[in-house]
């Protein structure tokens, strides 16, 4: 997921790429944050069902992806 976002977060961003690159990289904590939040609803609702955390994950992906891309076209 995050190649995606960070590619189509910097674009555009012009002489302010290298600032807008080191916030990107900070809010990279939700990559720890996650797991542990997949870890708990495993525990308490059974770990299949706590697959539905990275479901929400990649369809937001899918949707910051598509939303660029519907952009562009116009």
């Keep these: 997921m995050f190649p995606t976002i960070f590619a189509l977060a910097l674009k ?5 790429t290298g ?6 990289c900070s809010a990279i904590v939700g990559g720890a944050i996650l797991p542990v939040v997949q870890g708990l609803l495993a525990d308490r609702i059974g770990l ?5 955390i990275p ?4 369809a ?3 949707y910051y992806g598509w939303r660029d891309w519907a952009f562009r076209k116009q």
């Design 19 to 24: 600032q807008g690159s080191g916030i990107l």
């Design 48 to 52: 299949q069902l706590a697959f539905i």
């Design 12 to 16: 555009g961003l012009g002489k302010h």
């Design 60 to 62: 937001y992906i899918a």
């Design 55 to 58: 479901v929400f994950c990649y």
